[in-house]
């Protein structure tokens, strides 16, 4: 699939009546979070330190992210001509900080982290896919529709070394489930919530639960069925799953009712 560009998106069509305040606290966040992509790539080529083939792979992914990011803050920019991507990008990082100088994964083996890899690029997949089958806004669905795209390929890719370090260190399927799972749950994290707070220059104290709650009401309100049982099979996939198995149908559900039940709020809000 040929790289895109900055230069590739029509930003000549943006159109600011067509803009939705509650989509864009979101977009501000994500922005964030992708931009710090550099970061990411740093710690994944500390973790495989001797595999060169992994590290390369793990430099042009975290590019791609860079590039995401910058996409989305140009995005917002427009949106928002108060927002400054690098101002906003320098607070966060401030906030939240990644462990760049570790050696080992925080996951416990090279295959726990490829998991974990998967997860979020099914989730990221799945999101952006949702914002462009949400919004209006023709320069915002352009970028969501690429960024989309390639996160679906960095599952793959993902997938394709989690499938080559499994012959080594041989995780069993409730240790790649636990994975998921822990994964899924550290959505709720420091990093979502730094993002949600420093892109919108909350004029508050800062305070994780209420920055994340914030957020994920506003993000889940994206989601349809669809785009929740598609990640849940690429997550029962990284899990070593059957496709339609009772624990994948069982893990999708899960899913669905969790981000339905927390989107419910500002679904009705993203609907312009």
């Not at 108060?82 to 990644?98: R, V």
């Not at 209420?210 to 506003?218: C, G, L, M």
């Not at 785009?227 to 893990?251: D, I, K, S, Y």
Request: charged share 30%; with cysteine; aromatic share 12%.
């Amino acid at each position: 699939m040929a790289a895109w560009t900055l230069d590739d998106i029509p930003w000549r069509e943006f159109d600011p009546t067509k803009v939705n305040g509650e989509v864009l606290k979101v977009i501000k966040a994500a922005a964030l979070v992708e931009r710090n992509g550099a970061d990411y790539g740093q710690y994944l080529a500390n973790v495989f330190h001797d595999d060169a083939e992994f590290q390369s792979v793990a430099e042009k992914w975290a590019t791609e992210e860079e590039q995401h990011g910058r996409a989305l803050g140009r995005w917002a920019e427009l949106a928002d001509p108060m927002f400054n991507l690098d101002k906003a990008f320098a607070h966060f990082t401030e906030l939240y900080k990644i462990p760049i100088d570790s050696r080992e994964s925080v996951r416990g083996s090279r295959a726990g982290e490829l998991c974990a890899r998967c997860v979020v690029e099914a989730g990221t997949s799945s999101f952006y896919s949702a914002i462009r089958d949400l919004v209006d806004e023709p320069v915002l669905r352009e970028i969501c529709k690429k960024i989309a795209a390639d996160e679906f390929r960095h599952y793959k890719l993902f997938s394709k070394h989690l499938a080559l370090y499994q012959v080594r260190e041989s995780l069993s399927t409730w240790q790649r489930f636990k994975v998921v799972v822990t994964r899924f749950q550290e959505t709720s994290d420091d990093e979502l919530a730094s993002a949600y707070y420093a892109g919108n220059a909350l004029d508050e104290p800062y305070n994780c639960r209420r920055a994340n709650d914030a957020y994920a009401v506003r993000a889940m309100a994206f989601y349809h069925h669809k785009h929740v049982r598609r990640a849940g099979h690429m997550m029962a996939e990284t899990a070593g799953l059957r496709p339609n198995g009772w624990l994948t149908r069982a893990l999708t559900w899960i899913l669905w009712r969790i981000i339905e039940a927390k989107g419910r709020e500002y679904r009705g809000l993203l609907a312009t």
